[in-house]
């Protein structure tokens, strides 16, 4: 049977699925850390900006209860930023701050976007197809419509119609999964979410979705990765 039987809608995680591990990793986290200094230097009085800093506040004021020995905030926010960015932290107000400098970046022509080769064919493939097209990540909402934006093989931001973010709820919790079958309007039976880690494909799979594994060159192996299907590329679909 195919794998994209009674499918209406796919979504798609970004990191290890769309696109290598190593260019969020080595590449947009690179930038983020380099350039935060002088970012938020350059955009302190920024209404969001300064949104996203007292977001960080609460995360930084959890870290200290917590004992997890953040470094001051009072003193260096972009230390505290660099901080959570070496420890791959997935929250809210670090990924939109990240956003906000990808933003720069991709705008002065510094940062191209890399995706799989067989991405932008399986994308015009499935909208030929009248499937939906939607991209679930950590990252922001802005990070993800910029890194589709400028990828080495054009603006693939006309295939995707909905983006979601750590604002509808973790990627490891079943409710997320619900609440985004809900917004696209689709059964979660009716719903291929694709993506490297099991943690994620066990909660969208709780919440009624199919789950697919994406074995991808640089993906981590996964643990009982074997109890769904998986591809190495989006060819087959």
Request: glycine share 6%.
């Amino acid at each position: 049977m195919s794998l994209l039987h009674d499918v209406r809608g796919i979504l798609l995680d970004i990191e290890g699925t769309t696109t290598p591990i190593a260019f969020v990793h080595d590449v947009l986290f690179g930038y983020a850390r380099d350039h935060v200094r002088e970012f938020l230097a350059a955009n302190a009085a920024n209404e969001e900006v300064r949104a996203d800093i007292a977001l960080l506040r609460d995360e930084h004021a959890v870290d200290v209860r917590e004992g997890r020995n953040p470094p001051p905030f009072a003193d260096e926010v972009a230390t505290y930023v660099e901080w959570l960015i070496a420890r791959d932290r997935k929250s809210t107000g670090l990924k939109s701050l990240q956003g906000k400098i990808w933003r720069q970046g991709y705008l002065d022509g510094s940062l191209k976007s890399q995706v799989f080769a067989d991405v932008a064919p399986a994308f015009e493939r499935w909208r030929e197809q009248g499937l939906s097209i939607s991209i679930f990540s950590s990252g922001s909402v802005l990070a993800q419509q910029l890194l589709f934006a400028h990828t080495e093989a054009g603006d693939l931001t006309t295939f995707i119609d909905n983006y979601f973010d750590t604002t509808v709820g973790k990627k490891g919790e079943a409710e997320s999964y619900r609440r985004i079958a809900e917004a696209l309007n689709l059964p979660p039976a009716h719903i291929l979410f694709i993506s490297d880690i099991v943690t994620e494909l066990d909660a969208a799979n709780e919440a009624g979705m199919k789950p697919l594994l994406s074995l991808r060159p640089g993906n981590a192996p996964q643990p009982n990765g074997d109890q769904y299907p998986s591809i190495h590329t989006f060819d087959p679909l």
